[in-house]
């Protein structure tokens, strides 16, 4: 397999992975546990100002509300850097096997042009 060749099809399969990675339209997590805790907060302001109770009362009932939140604020933080350290993981195992085909391919340039180099000397001499 020439240089030439080994850099082509390695051109066509990352631009393949780019295509599929852009592919993926879906939500993130992120995304939808920020959509989960703010629904959730409009909801318990909704019960609060439509429901007929005492201030003392509506200050408990926000008080569990606002730790019920917190709680699963803590709980979406725990699990996005749990994605964040796949994705990073991801990537090192990405980037490692680039660089070993990258090796490859100079070193495989190199041998081509040490070949060359010598098939002109010789051509030169004769």
């Known amino acids: 397999m020439t240089l030439m060749s080994t850099v082509l099809h ?4 990352i631009q393949k992975e780019k295509h599929s990675m852009t592919d993926n339209r879906g939500c993130s997590f992120g995304t939808v546990g920020l959509a989960f805790v703010t629904g959730g907060l409009l909801g318990a302001v909704a019960v609060l100002l439509l429901a ?16 019920r939140a917190e709680e699963s604020v803590h709980e979406l933080a725990e699990k996005a850097g749990e ?3 796949r994705a990073l993981d991801k990537g090192r195992d990405f980037i490692t096997d680039k660089q070993a085909v990258l090796a ?4 495989t340039g190199r041998a081509a042009m040490s070949r060359e180099r010598a098939r002109l000397s010789s051509e030169k001499q004769t």
Do not use: F, H, K, T
């Not at 003392?56 to 730790?67: A, K, M, N």
């Not at 490859?104 to 070193?107: K, L, N, Q, S």
């Open 52 to 67: 007929p109770q005492s201030g003392r009362q509506s200050q408990e009932q926000l008080r569990g509300y606002v730790r």
């Open 104 to 107: 490859e391919a100079v070193e």
């Open 83 to 85: 994605v964040v350290d």
């Open 10 to 13: 390695e051109r066509e399969r």
